[in-house]
């Protein structure tokens, strides 16, 4: 723990929550619509967060009742790993009991929208008897670990699959709580159930803690946004080598607020095989015991690397080993993978990754993904891969129901990779409003329009073949990674967001705020001249993103 003996209260409600227990069981038996303060905080580790429809809150106020309460379920999918009794359960659950939609996340896991508190008992029953579960899919803990979602034959893709399930494993909390309170004390899957933390303790992390593993080249997962990094490294030959890893990678900041900031994680050196989980779980302790207990703000793993340096951290992670990191390993350039389309998979079958409009599975009277997804499962038992941009892969797909499934879709008004816009396939968006309490503004329900109205702008221009990543957020927590966009949109207030541009479609470089705040109906006007520089100015090959850091923030500024 800090050295500090100030803490949060969030961190005197962790102590006193007995592993995860608090009062939990007591309040899911009262005929109440909502959890204590203290308890939403202790839900969060068991994977559901306390939500309103902020759409009617005035008018519910004006009415003399209380807020509409439900609760958001998010599950926990190593890797983006999904089988099809799993979906389908979720389907029928976000039918019966929740909003109608899922959500595939940006850490390619599931998310229940409109699950009443009464309901949530059953629910979290469901997916435990569909093989998931949603224990510290949120919380101050390790998080869902991400990798390619691509299932590729190759050796080095299955070994990083193995791999995140292996430290996924090792990073899970051991309380017996869970069970407790969802499951009656029934033992789930490989989780143990002692009743106490051998690597966490009573109040666990201070803040959220992410990790990515990937394959050198493949930057799918958005590597160097994450606490912890690993890229797998193999001999020409194809024997494993080990890992480079990399550490104080995220994405969240608050206004108005210099010392929060979004980060890019630093090299921290090379691990041997079987190094790689004593090193994850060492990375977990140093932050568990310098990372800041009492500003939940600066309480990431990337401001103790901001405020100690990298030099002092991978001392405290060698001595907690007892050994050396070796020196980091050069890696060829990154790539952005998105695996829309169709693709052989190298054993004889194929998987068909499919666009998910800022990932919301749902049916409209023109897009009805949700029924087209229940009718190829339904049928084939066809597995799912979630990517972390929010789209699905279905897989192992065998080459005589290639065409049958491609007729599902068209038919599901579905399209093909090829006929949807650039603007859209590389853009973004987190919830935001009307069901997350943080957001400033909309997100996820405005993005489509702007979206539109860019592609239509930009093919006017001759730039609509142009790959340039849009992401939006309705607050400055950054669940989209909107500040790695060539194009960055966060929420500052009602129906207005700060303007970031100097990404990279690779997701390698921060972009730079060029505007504290426009009206989202001025953010076409204000792009449009932007984008014409760089139709004239660009250097061969260059991508948007890449032309707006060359010639800087200022520069820009002067052709609005």
Not at 228 to 256: D, K, Q, R, W, Y
Not at 395 to 407: F, L, M, S
Not at 504 to 525: A, C, M
Request: net charge negative; aromatic share 8%; proline share 5%.
């Amino acid at each position: 723990m800090s050295n500090s003996t100030r803490r949060s209260k969030v961190e005197k409600i962790k102590e006193e929550s007995q592993f995860l227990r608090g009062t939990l069981a007591e309040e899911l038996a009262q005929q109440t619509p909502n959890f204590s303060e203290a308890s939403q905080q202790i839900l969060k580790f068991h994977g559901i967060y306390q939500q309103t429809d902020r759409d009617v809150t005035r008018e519910r106020k004006q009415q003399g009742l209380d807020q509409d309460y439900s609760m958001m379920i998010r599950t926990k999918n190593t890797g983006g790993a999904c089988p099809a009794a799993f979906y389908l359960a979720l389907d029928h659950l976000a039918d019966t009991l929740g909003n109608g939609t899922i959500r595939v996340t940006t850490r390619q896991a599931f998310q229940l929208h409109g699950i009443p508190k009464q309901d949530l008992k059953a629910t979290i029953q469901t997916i435990h008897n569909s093989l998931g579960t949603t224990l510290a899919a949120c919380g101050d803990i390790e998080r869902n670990i991400m990798s390619p979602a691509a299932p590729f034959a190759q050796r080095d893709y299955q070994r990083v699959e193995e791999y995140a399930q292996k430290i996924s494993e090792a990073l899970a909390p051991k309380t017996g709580a869970y069970y407790e309170v969802w499951l009656d004390g029934e033992k789930v899957h490989h989780y143990s159930t002692l009743t106490e933390e051998p690597l966490y303790g009573p109040t666990y992390l201070p803040r959220k803690f992410k990790t990515a593993l990937t394959v050198p080249g493949d930057n799918s997962v958005d590597l160097l946004t994450n606490d912890l990094g690993l890229v797998l490294i193999s001999t020409p030959g194809g024997e494993i080598e080990g890992f480079n890893v990399t550490v104080g990678g995220g994405m969240g900041m608050s206004h108005n607020s210099e010392e929060t900031f979004p980060r890019t994680a630093d090299p921290l050196g090379f691990v041997l095989p079987d190094q790689v989980i004593p090193v994850a779980q060492a990375v977990v302790r140093v932050q568990r015991d310098h990372g800041d207990r009492l500003n939940r703000k600066h309480a990431r793993l990337k401001y103790l690397l901001a405020d100690r340096g990298v030099a002092w951290f991978r001392e405290q992670v060698e001595r907690e080993l007892g050994y050396a990191l070796g020196p980091w390993r050069a890696l060829p350039p990154w790539e952005y993978r998105d695996y829309l389309g169709w693709h052989e998979q190298g054993d004889g079958q194929w998987f068909l990754g499919l666009s998910v409009a800022n990932g919301r599975i749902k049916d409209t009277e023109e897009w009805r993904l949700k029924s087209a997804l229940h009718q190829i499962l339904s049928t084939w038992g066809f597995d799912l891969r979630l990517t972390p941009h929010q789209n699905i892969l279905i897989i192992g797909i065998d080459p005589e129901h290639r065409t049958a499934i491609d007729t599902i879709l068209r038919d599901h008004g579905v399209l093909p990779v090829e006929k949807i816009t650039p603007a859209e396939r590389y853009s973004m968006a987190c919830p935001a409003m009307p069901t997350c309490s943080l957001a400033l503004t909309e997100s996820e329900r405005y993005l489509p329009t702007l979206v539109a109205q860019m592609a239509q702008q930009l093919t006017a221009m001759g730039l609509g073949d142009e790959k340039i990543s849009i992401r939006m957020t309705g607050c400055p927590n950054g669940c989209a990674r909107p500040y790695m966009g060539e194009i960055g949109l966060v929420g500052s207030a009602q129906e207005a967001y700060q303007l970031f541009l100097g990404g990279n479609l690779e997701s390698t470089r921060l972009n730079q705020l060029f505007l504290k705040q426009v009206h989202r109906d001025q953010i076409l006007e204000v792009l449009t001249p932007i984008w014409q520089g760089f139709k004239e100015e660009r250097l061969a090959g260059e991508g948007f993103g890449d032309y707006c850091y060359r010639v800087g923030m200022d520069y820009l500024r002067t052709k609005l």
